[in-house]
């Protein structure tokens, strides 16, 4: 799973967070989870009681779901990406805290919190387990976590240490990169950046001074840094949406400049499956690779009265309706 994530921000201050998903087959689809969903980890069997109802991309499992990506009723957005065996995860549980799977962490959050700021007050208290003494074994998935909301505030969750590593990130793009901080550093080499982004609350429209004289243009590669750098460009050098139609439309060009063709001759993964998430709508967009064709669906009002879970049946095929 490579995975390439991008947040851009429309001059209405509209936010659309925008993924692929690069996997070796389609594995997921849209799901809706409803609120006060209850569901039991595979760490400890523990059992926990949603708060906020959910839409995004991931599969049904025995006691729970597991989610890729998502969207809550508050707009706060999770999307998970694998880390380039940077994880570390604990074989103890301290005491007081909660413990998770790698891949139940998304959901966990989504359910619970309505903001970054209110999983940075928190996050000392979650652990993410390995899986030799699970209730219900699992592997031990290398992955990290590009987290945001309405705010434009992007945080990256690296469980390299306990409590997890807390990165904000003013750069909009998250790949897999272990070192994000070696990475972003690389941008030197293709941006003049602006000297006080350091210091933005969120991430800003323009990142650079926009002045791209002498500097180089990023290289076709599918590394988590060469996809990194890329995406980075090509939001800089777009033009800024004015609202969220042209911001989806933006993200969904932009994302083109990372997707991974299908060549199991040479490498394993393809982009599978790519989703964008309109914060303030709550609108949800997914294009399967032979589909060519994104599916739009809306969490409601309406739907987040539903009791039901579902799970959408994905239609693979090639559609030119």
């Known amino acids: 799973m490579m995975c390439t994530s991008v947040l851009q921000i429309a001059k209405d201050g509209t936010h659309v967070f925008s993924r692929t998903m690069d996997w070796n087959s389609l594995q997921a689809s849209p799901i809706f989870v409803p609120r006060e969903y209850r ?45 380039s065996h940077g994880a570390k995860l604990n074989q103890k549980l301290d005491d007081g805290n909660v413990g998770l799977a790698p891949f139940e962490l998304p959901f966990y959050l989504l359910g619970k919190y309505k903001s970054v700021e209110e999983i940075i007050s928190d996050i000392e208290h979650i652990q993410l387990m390995s899986g030799e003494y699970a209730v219900r074994p699992y592997d031990n998935p290398h992955l990290h976590y590009a987290i945001t909301d309405r705010s434009g505030r992007l945080l990256i969750l690296e469980p390299d240490q306990n409590p997890m590593k807390m990165i904000i990130n003013n750069y909009g793009v998250v790949t897999n990169a272990s070192n994000f901080e070696k990475q972003a550093a690389k941008l030197a080499d293709y941006l003049n950046i602006r000297s006080d982004l350091a210091a933005q609350y969120q991430v800003p429209q323009r990142i650079s001074t926009e002045s791209f004289a002498g500097k180089k243009v990023p290289t076709s590669s599918y590394t988590p840094t060469g996809r990194f750098l890329r995406a980075v460009y090509y939001r800089e050098r777009t033009d800024i949406p004015k609202d969220e139609e042209e911001n989806f439309v933006s993200s969904w060009h932009i994302l083109n400049s990372v997707v991974v063709p299908k060549s199991k001759k040479y490498q394993a993964n393809y982009t ?24 739009e ?5 309406e739907m987040l009265l ?12 090639l559609d030119l309706a």
């Open 39 to 83: 569901w039991q980890t595979d760490y400890d069997g523990h059992s926990f009681q949603n708060k906020y109802g959910i839409l995004g991309t991931g599969r049904k499992k025995q006691f729970e779901f597991d989610i890729s990506d998502g969207i809550n009723e508050c707009g706060l957005s999770v999307q998970k990406l694998t880390f």
């Open 272 to 295: 599978v499956y790519r989703t964008a998430f309109c914060l303030e709508t709550r609108r949800y967009f997914f294009e399967s690779y032979n589909k060519l064709s994104p599916i």
């Open 297 to 301: 669906i809306i969490l409601s009002d």
């Open 306 to 317: 539903t009791r039901e879970a579902r799970v959408y049946k994905v239609d693979d095929r």
